[in-house]
């Protein structure tokens, strides 16, 4: 078994085919299949099938344990051509939407000034997609909604944000600027599904005050839950950063005092760390979040950030 096997075998995976595979390493397809016939004759298994292409049960196994190395392999590298001020290699991450909206335009110029020998690749997804990501060794790092609870990985809060209600400007609660949880539970919602971060959290807060959240559409994604809100839809509730102060149009931010904050954090796994890269870009955010992020909107950055009871 050597690299240049567990690098034909996760080019198949991430690309469909050998061809495609052998396009994306700069080789020919005939190499890509020597490699993979051989690893598949050491390990007594079949990789790939060529029948309906893509991997099989087996290969699957193999290659998330091969993307593991080849990482590794990347960040032994990086670290060894890392050492002192200048870093240098490639850093892939992943953000929540709302987060990455506001934070990457001024987090992306800022590292790059700082550290330009690294190569950044941002993916953008919600916390129930990115953390499979994470733990399977496809990104190295992610800025995800709290809580997640995973033994294998080790998490940082960054900041907490205000959760609102949004109502498009002929709502009934468009001249609203506060609402009791009771008086918002009073109506159908568009809230998020059932399972996610963020459900559990609201249905936490709604029980606690005595009452239950009614949907009137659940929706898996926060950007089309606010849009919808603005446009008519319904009332919407989502956290600040959703609406960023900047944006202007037909509707009314309202703030429900019983909401807790939600809380959003940096995660990485346990073993392997990350690399420098990847390091040196938590420094950064860091930085931007300590000097810039209390001007964002509903945003709370710093020890009174999550004050006990309000975040979860």
């Not at 992943?94 to 993916?123: E, S, Y």
């Not at 809060?157 to 009934?172: G, K, N, W, Y």
Request: proline content about 7%.
């Amino acid at each position: 078994m050597d690299l240049r096997q567990l690098s034909a075998l996760v080019a198949i995976a991430d690309h469909g085919s050998f061809s495609s595979a052998a396009r994306a390493l700069y080789t020919v397809q005939s190499n890509i299949s020597g490699h993979i016939a051989r690893l598949e004759k050491e390990l007594g298994v079949v990789l790939v099938d060529r029948q309906r292409g893509g991997l099989t049960d087996d290969g699957g196994q193999v290659v998330d344990r091969a993307r593991r190395i080849l990482r590794e392999m990347d960040d032994i590298s990086a670290d060894m051509a890392s050492r002192g001020d200048s870093v240098s290699g490639h850093s892939r991450f992943g953000m929540i939407g709302t987060t990455a909206r506001w934070l990457m335009p001024q987090l992306l110029p800022a590292f790059a000034l700082d550290h330009p020998l690294v190569h950044v690749t941002v993916f953008e997804g919600n916390t129930s997609n990115l953390i499979p990501r994470l733990i399977a060794g496809h990104l190295d790092a992610a800025v995800v909604h709290l809580p997640v609870d995973d033994p294998e990985l080790v998490i940082e809060p960054l900041f907490a944000e205000d959760m609102i209600v949004v109502v498009h400007s002929r709502h009934p609660w468009a001249g609203e600027d506060e609402l009791s949880l009771q008086k918002v539970a009073s109506e159908p919602l568009l809230i998020p599904p059932k399972g996610t971060v963020m459900r559990r959290i609201l249905d936490k807060a709604a029980a606690s005050a005595g009452t239950t959240l009614r949907p009137q559409a659940e929706i898996d994604g926060v950007r089309l839950l606010t849009s919808l809100a603005m446009e008519g839809y319904g009332a919407a509730i989502v956290p600040s950063t959703a609406v960023p102060g900047w944006l202007k149009g037909d509707f009314t931010r309202i703030q429900v005092p019983e909401l807790p904050r939600r809380v959003v954090g940096w995660v990485q796994r346990r073993r392997p760390p990350p690399g420098a890269p990847t390091r040196a870009l938590l420094r950064t955010m860091r930085e931007i979040l300590e000097s810039r992020g209390a001007m964002q909107h509903g945003v709370h950055v710093g020890s009174e950030a999550f004050p006990l009871g309000r975040s979860l």
